[in-house]
């Protein structure tokens, strides 16, 4: 079946709706669909494309992952297509020449994928695909019967939110009083919180030295003054006051500093107990700061020189 055109084909934009940020590629594909339950050929089409170059430029577009090699493919035709970048275009493929017919089949054929840029921020804009433009016309060819048109119905518009950019936080840690004399490693969890809210959270893991590096992005649409903490293992909790300014933004280094076995947020006695009571132990423990491989006098040390230090506010 799908030697001949058994009805018209509908062209279809997916996905029907997308959301990114501006400066982010959005990719938008084009798909051939049979309204029958049978596939239906077809030996070329045009599909006509219509969006606000404001919010979106320039128009380009790709084959890669396309059901269908063809034998001539892209803006073809100047009428539409003598600027990409105003607003409008024409994409155009046609079969291969003596080779087989592209088939729409009922659950759609990948023509081509149409990519624009998001320029800026918007709540919504619509990629549409217009009948006509210039005298231009979207439409299927019938595999046989020259000059005949079988498109059944075009798409509805795909609609692009677009947000502000992301935020990209990237950083280094400073383990202090650490030596990494051993097969353990420390993990130190982070979180970027606005208020109580936290708007984003990353763990940096399996560190085993005492300096590692870190990165979080957090959605464009959270801006202003925000606070970055970092915590974990028997590390102080460290805050850093930050301001999100939807771009790229390296805060340097970080020092967390050592001591805090039991987690209370305070370097005090009941650390330096608790190292005392695992002294000796060889297993993998918050005891353990300098991370050797053994609680030994030279943790005592670490803790007793950090003695009183607190979280900081």
């Known amino acids: 079946m799908g030697t001949f055109a058994w009805g018209n084909v509908n062209l279809v934009f997916s996905p029907p709706s997308q959301t990114v940020a501006a400066g982010d590629q959005v990719s938008i594909a084009v798909y051939a669909v049979s309204d029958s339950p049978f596939d239906q050929a077809f030996a070329a089409l045009d599909v006509l494309v219509g969006w606000d170059p404001t919010l979106l430029n320039p128009i380009s577009?790709?084959?890669?992952?396309?059901?269908?090699?063809?034998?001539?493919?892209?803006?073809l035709f100047p009428t539409l297509n003598g600027n990409l970048n105003d607003g409008d275009a024409e994409w155009s493929g046609e079969r291969q020449l003596g080779g087989p017919f592209p088939l729409a089949t009922p659950a759609g054929?990948?023509?081509t994928t149409l990519k624009f840029t998001a320029v800026a921020p918007t709540p919504g804009t619509p990629v549409t695909m217009p009948a006509t433009?210039?005298?231009?016309?979207?439409?299927?060819?019938h595999p046989s019967i020259p000059n005949t048109n079988i498109l059944g119905l075009r798409s509805p518009d795909a609609i692009v939110t677009i947000t502000l950019p992301a935020t990209n936080i990237s950083g280094n840690l400073f383990l202090q009083d650490t030596l990494f004399?051993?097969?353990?490693?420390?993990?130190?969890a982070g979180a970027v919180k606005q208020g109580t809210d936290t708007i984003g959270s990353f763990a940096v893991t399996g560190i085993n030295s005492p300096t590692a590096s870190f990165s979080v992005s957090i959605p464009g649409s959270y801006t202003g003054a925000a606070t970055l903490e970092m915590d974990g293992s028997s590390f102080l909790k460290r805050k850093v006051a930050i301001v999100l300014n939807n771009g790229t933004m390296n805060i340097g280094t970080i020092?967390?500093?050592n001591g805090d076995v039991d987690h209370s947020g305070e370097v005090d006695a009941v650390d330096v107990d608790q190292v005392i009571l695992e002294f000796g132990s060889l297993v993998d423990t918050d005891a353990d700061v300098d991370v050797t491989g053994e609680v030994d006098a030279a943790d005592i040390d670490v803790v007793i020189a950090n003695f009183g230090q607190e979280d900081n506010p």
Do not use: H, P
């Open 61 to 75: 577009y790709t084959n890669a992952g396309a059901g269908y090699a063809w034998g001539n493919s892209g803006f």
């Open 109 to 111: 054929l990948k023509l």
């Open 133 to 141: 433009l210039s005298g231009r016309n979207t439409r299927v060819f």
């Open 181 to 188: 004399g051993s097969s353990f490693t420390r993990n130190i």
């Open 255 to 257: 020092n967390l500093v």
